[in-house]
C-alpha cells in the first residue's frame, strides 16, 4: 500500500509539471515567431524609406544636371556668349575671359554689362521651367579678386564686384538692348544673392582670378519648392556703388 501511494504521488506530480513546461514552451515559441514578424515589417519599412530617398536623390540628380545642360546649350547656342562656361562639378558659371577685372577695381566696361544683360534673361527662363521651379533654390554672384592686396581689402573688393554684377542686371539698357520685363526683375531681386569670395579659389594667373561667378544653389529633398516671384513690394531704387 505505502508503496502504490507513492508511486501514485510521482505520477500525479509528473502529471501537473507536464502542462506547465509545454505552455512554457508554447509561449516562448510565440514569442520568438513575434519577434521575427515584428523584425521582418521593421526591415521592410526601412527599406522601402531607403529607396524612396533613394529615389528621389535619383530624381534630384537628373534634374539638376538636366538644368546645367540647358543652360550650358544657352551659351552654346549664340556666338555672342561664347566664353562662358559652365562648371557641372562645382554647378558653376564662370564667365571666363568675358567679365575680367581691372586690378583692384570693381568696374566692368559697357561691353560686359551688356553681355550679363543678354545673358541673364536666358538663365532666368529655365529657372522659371519645370526643373527649375522645382529644384532650383538661388543663384549666388561670387566675386574674386587675386592674391595681391591684404585679405580684408580684397574681401571688400570682391563683395563690391558681385554688387557690380546686379548692378549693371538692373540699370537702364543701353540702345539697341532688350529691356528686361518687370517680372525679370523681380525674379533677380528674388533669386539672386551676393557673395564674396577676397582671393579664394585661385586661377592660374591673376586676371583669370578676377573674376565672377553665378554658383547655382538646389534644394534639398526634403526641402520646399522655390516660390513663385510676387509683386515687388519695394522700389529697386539706385546702384549704390
Same mark, same amino acid.
Given at each position: ?5 507513492? =508511486? ?10 507536464k ?16 519577434? !521575427? ?15 524612396? +530617398?533613394?529615389?528621389? @536623390? ?17 551659351a552654346? /547656342? ?6 562662358? /562656361? ?5 554647378? =558653376? #558659371?564662370?564667365?571666363?575671359?568675358? %567679365? ?5 577695381? /570693381?568696374?566692368? =566696361? ?11 534673361p536666358?538663365?532666368?527662363? #529655365? ?10 533654390k ?20 570682391? !563683395? ?10 538692373? @540699370? ?5 538692348e532688350t529691356?528686361?520685363?518687370? %517680372? ?23 586676371? +583669370? ?13 526634403? +526641402?520646399? %519648392? ?7 513690394? +519695394?522700389k529697386?531704387?539706385?546702384? %549704390?556703388?
Amino acid at each position: 500500500m505505502f508503496g502504490f501511494r507513492v =508511486t501514485a504521488s510521482k505520477k500525479l506530480k509528473d502529471e501537473a509539471e507536464k502542462p506547465f513546461w509545454i505552455s512554457f514552451a508554447d509561449l516562448m515559441t510565440a514569442l520568438m515567431v513575434m519577434f !521575427l514578424l515584428v523584425m521582418s515589417v521593421a526591415l521592410l519599412a526601412v527599406t522601402k524609406t531607403v529607396s524612396e +530617398e533613394q529615389r528621389l @536623390a535619383d530624381v534630384r540628380r537628373e534634374a539638376i544636371e538636366k538644368l546645367l545642360s540647358q543652360i550650358e546649350t544657352a551659351a552654346q /547656342h549664340d556666338p555672342q556668349f561664347n566664353g562662358i /562656361h559652365v562648371n557641372r562639378d562645382r554647378q =558653376t #558659371i564662370d564667365f571666363g575671359d568675358r %567679365a575680367r577685372f581691372d586690378t583692384a577695381s /570693381h568696374q566692368l =566696361t559697357e561691353t560686359q554689362a551688356q553681355l550679363l544683360r543678354a545673358f541673364i534673361p536666358q538663365v532666368l527662363a #529655365i529657372a522659371n521651367n519645370d526643373f527649375g521651379k522645382d529644384w532650383l533654390k538661388r543663384i549666388v554672384v561670387e566675386g574674386f579678386a587675386d592674391k595681391r592686396g591684404s585679405y580684408l581689402f580684397n574681401l571688400n573688393l570682391s !563683395l563690391q564686384r558681385s554688387q557690380r554684377v546686379l548692378c549693371v542686371l538692373l @540699370a537702364k539698357p543701353e540702345p539697341g538692348e532688350t529691356e528686361l520685363t518687370p %517680372a525679370q526683375r523681380e525674379d533677380i531681386r528674388q533669386l539672386f544673392l551676393v557673395g564674396g569670395y577676397s582671393s579664394n579659389s585661385q586661377k592660374d594667373t591673376l586676371e +583669370e582670378s578676377r573674376r565672377i561667378e553665378l554658383r547655382l544653389e538646389f534644394r534639398g529633398i526634403k +526641402e520646399a %519648392a522655390r516660390q513663385p516671384t510676387t509683386a515687388a513690394e +519695394e522700389k529697386l531704387g539706385e546702384c %549704390a556703388l
